[in-house]
């Protein structure tokens, strides 16, 4: 075990599984000899050589169209995305191709695409997103949003494992901000498993990625007004975890659901719906949704505080919650 | 100014031993435009019986310059043939009577009935399955070529798009990828004059879709799309020259889409001399016409190949016709791969 930030557990778990198995390679804008726009590949050319770490031109399209072609070949591609905002650029040939082609042609297609997604240091509307929703609507595409170093680690090696187009959405906030002890060697961290971030009694806070931090500070605030909050950290939304929403729902009785992304068509939308279907009997309050605004992601500091839940919003939609 | 390579035609049987093809091979071409133009013409009946849901397209008057580009093709090479490419099927071995089960969505057709028309291919003969985003299937030919590269493998990805295609963003992409990074990937543009309603020159300002290549970096080569020899020569040349490490090369065939966008257009938009100019070259009666003048085909043999062909496609149509309607309950299996599902060669 060895103390290690979000991002380098990224790091780590990409170079493992690229000296573990051979099928792996990496491509991206700047990936090579810059390492990277964050750094999550810094030396891994010098390391895995110019055809392992391959230094695309600024075309999302070919890179992920790239991949396809290239996992249907027997290799498994990690495709990174500078921002996860220039997805957009790609979505043709994830939707369309790489998401379809096991099911209505037989070819599975192992690609990850790594996408540095989320807000917090004015990015703006293009460099700030988090564009999960969108993907978890497309039959075929794994979605995965890891909030600690021990689980960034674990769900990359399971995502270039995994025989599907998996979505890796490692979210910037947390890349230098998030330490902690992590297993030295090469692990895998299923999907489809929620984490119990924190146990509590009185609500169920359902959440991935960067709020489950924002969460864990509001429940610590809630926790001095008496309000036990138990959160439920997803790690990945497709598959997600309904069983464990669904248990805590029942012991707590009341659920709010947490997103980065924008509220309308958010994914938090699925989650309160599927509660409200199958744990109608259990609960003691509608369940609730706190989001971002059905705004683009702003650039001004007090514009984009207004914009990303902050922690007195949470302790704010959790208090109402409690005094329903 | 026209700027690639205008590629010469194909003249005596010397010269085509010369490019690789004994007179079985010739006669095996022969067979497989035969068999590619009897699918679509059968498959057109179909329609009209209705026992086709959807749509339906075909390459009538694209037959040289499928045939031609996949028999060029090795068994280890791969290929994203699309909706007018009916003769890569046939020639890299897809079985009539699939395809017939895959036009009527039964339960035998490569796609199960999840997916309809030429949108099927046989991975195990190298084929990738197209979509209806044309050229979406370009970045991926190239993403073939990659692996190669990466694998340093002696193997050859084609690719093919349409010149309707190459207005769009993927074309460019794929194509400066595989110029930059010299990967083993030959590109095939059917150019056959019509997108949909939209002529050529709405399409593309240069002479030639072919003379995009230089700006990319490798060839480019405009051939006669209905002299399935001259095609063949020219993509067997790109493909070797791809195999040994040379590069990517763009090879425009030049043909024309003699019938409708799909079954439900009559392509009144076409002028008719055009329509008559190219049927004087139509791509199937000219190769027989060579054939037997330059390889001794004769009236027994030529009975008897059309017969044989004649008599696989009513076989096939009949087999297919017993295939059953895909169960509604294997709608949902396969929306995600289980590890199970990469025990292929290709994942070894």
């Not at chain 1, 804008?29 to 750094?39: N, S």
């Not at chain 1, 598959?239 to 994914?267: I, M, Y």
């Not at chain 2, 093709?73 to 079985?95: A, S």
């Not at chain 2, 791509?283 to 696989?312: C, M, N, Y």
Request: charged share 25%.
């Amino acid at each position: 075990m060895a103390e290690r930030t979000y991002l380098q557990a990224i790091s780590d778990g990409l170079r493992q599984e690229m000296q573990h198995d051979k099928r792996v390679f990496v491509i991206g804008e700047d990936v090579g000899v810059y390492g990277g726009a964050f750094k999550v590949t810094l030396g891994f050319q010098e390391e895995f050589g110019p055809w392992r770490v391959i230094d695309a031109p600024l075309s999302e399209t070919a890179i992920v169209g790239g991949c396809t072609g290239a996992a249907i070949m027997g290799l498994r591609p990690v495709a990174e995305m500078q921002f996860s905002d220039f997805i957009s650029c790609a979505w043709d040939q994830l939707v369309t191709v790489a998401a379809k082609q096991r099911w209505r042609a037989g070819t599975p297609v192992p690609i990850t695409v790594r996408l540095p997604s989320g807000g917090g240091f004015s990015g703006g509307p293009f460099h700030s997103q988090n564009p999960e929703s969108s993907f978890a609507h497309i039959p075929g595409l794994k979605i995965v949003c890891p909030a600690t170093p021990g689980d960034a680690k674990g769900l990359l090696v399971s995502a270039i494992q995994d025989p599907n187009p998996v979505l890796y959405f490692e979210h910037k906030h947390l890349y230098r901000r998030i330490k902690a002890e992590v297993p030295d060697e090469r692990y895998t961290t299923p999907f489809g498993q929620a984490r119990v971030h924190r146990e509590g009694d009185d609500i169920t806070l359902v959440t991935w990625g960067a709020m489950v931090w924002t969460a864990d500070e509001a429940a610590q605030e809630l926790e001095g007004d008496g309000v036990s909050v138990e959160i439920l950290d997803l790690r990945t939304l497709i598959p997600w975890d309904k069983k464990a929403v669904l248990e805590s729902v029942r012991k707590t009785s009341k659920a709010v659901v947490l997103h980065e992304d924008t509220h309308t068509g958010g994914f938090g939308g699925e989650i309160a719906a599927t509660i409200a279907e199958e744990a109608f009997e259990d609960l003691d309050a509608p369940v609730k949704r706190i989001a971002a605004p059905d705004t683009p992601v702003p650039f001004s500091p007090a514009l984009e505080k207004a914009f990303i839940p902050q922690v007195e919003d949470v302790v704010a939609g959790v208090r109402e919650l409690a005094d329903y | 100014m026209a700027i690639a390579r205008e590629a010469e035609p194909v003249g005596s049987l010397q010269e085509v031993k010369e490019a690789g093809l004994d007179r079985e091979d010739l006669l095996a071409v022969y067979r497989n435009m035969l068999i590619t133009r009897g699918i679509e013409e059968r498959g057109h009946i179909l329609y009209k019986q209705g026992k086709i849901p959807g749509s339906f397209y075909t390459g009538r008057g694209n037959e040289a310059a499928a045939v031609g580009v996949a028999t060029a093709m090795d068994d280890v090479d791969v290929g994203t043939p699309l909706h007018r490419d009916m003769g890569v099927h046939v020639t890299r071995g897809v079985e009539p009577w699939r395809i017939f089960a895959q036009y009527m969505g039964r339960a035998d057709g490569p796609t199960k009935g999840k997916d309809g028309n030429v949108h099927m291919a046989d991975s195990r003969l190298g084929l990738l399955a197209m979509v209806s985003h044309l050229p979406a299937m370009l970045p991926v030919a190239v993403g073939c070529a990659l692996a190669f590269r990466i694998r340093e493998e002696k193997r050859v990805a084609v690719g093919w798009f349409g010149e309707g295609a190459s207005a769009r963003g993927d074309t460019h992409e794929g194509m400066n990828l595989a110029g930059v990074r010299k990967l083993p990937v030959v590109f095939i543009c059917d150019n056959n004059q019509w997108a949909y309603s939209t002529p050529t020159y709405l399409e593309y300002a240069t002479e030639h879709v072919a003379d995009r290549a230089e700006a990319y970096g490798f060839d480019g080569v405009v051939v006669d799309g209905t002299d399935v020899l001259a095609v063949y020569r020219e993509a067997r040349r790109a493909i070797e020259k791809a195999r040994a490490g040379g590069g990517p090369t763009l090879i425009e065939c030049l043909t024309l889409r003699m019938e409708g966008h799909a079954v439900h257009d009559d392509a009144f938009y076409v002028p008719k001399d055009m329509f008559e100019r190219w049927a004087a070259s139509d791509p199937i009666e000219r190769f027989r016409s060579w054939l037997r003048e330059h390889a001794e085909l004769g009236d027994q043999e030529e009975d008897e190949i059309t017969s044989a062909v004649k008599k696989l496609l009513n076989d096939a149509l009949t087999r297919a016709e017993e295939s059953p309607l895909p169960d509604p309950s294997t709608l949902t299996d396969g929306v995600f791969a289980t590890p199970e599902d990469l025990d292929t060669p290709h994942h070894k």
